[in-house]
């Protein structure tokens, strides 16, 4: 069964910095597209970063400077550097990857999801 599992959310000040890992489990063929998204409260989840298997990014104008997205593909994994954040980036974010497992269909997978808060 896949699995995306994220890491490093957490409270920090406007200006500040925080790290998103996450990690994909479960027997798998290929792993293409990888994404952040998020989704502020009462807001609809807007995309953040998104990296292909062979690095090309992609950013959310809003954070375009601020974050960057990378990947290790040998341990399945993609990082989002959140940097200068403000207090509009308060959001849940999510992992999500467009996942082809050994056993099941291609699909698109999510994490469960990390609180972002940025607050002074």
């Known amino acids: 069964q896949v699995q995306l599992v994220e890491s490093g959310g957490g409270l920090v000040q406007p200006g500040g910095s925080l790290k998103l890992s996450c990690a994909a489990s479960?027997?798998?063929?290929?792993?293409?597209?990888m994404d952040w998204y998020r989704q502020a409260p009462g807001k609809e989840r807007e995309l953040v970063a998104s990296i292909s298997t062979d690095g090309n990014t992609n950013l959310a104008d809003s954070v375009e400077g601020r974050f960057t997205i990378s990947r290790d593909n040998a341990r399945r994994t993609v990082h989002l550097q959140m940097d200068s954040l403000k207090p509009e980036d308060t959001a849940v974010y999510y992992c999500s990857a467009d996942i082809i497992p050994q056993f099941y269909r291609r699909a698109r997978y999510w994490g469960q999801g990390t609180q972002v808060t940025v607050s002074s």
């Open positions: 479960g027997t798998i063929l290929t792993i293409n597209d």
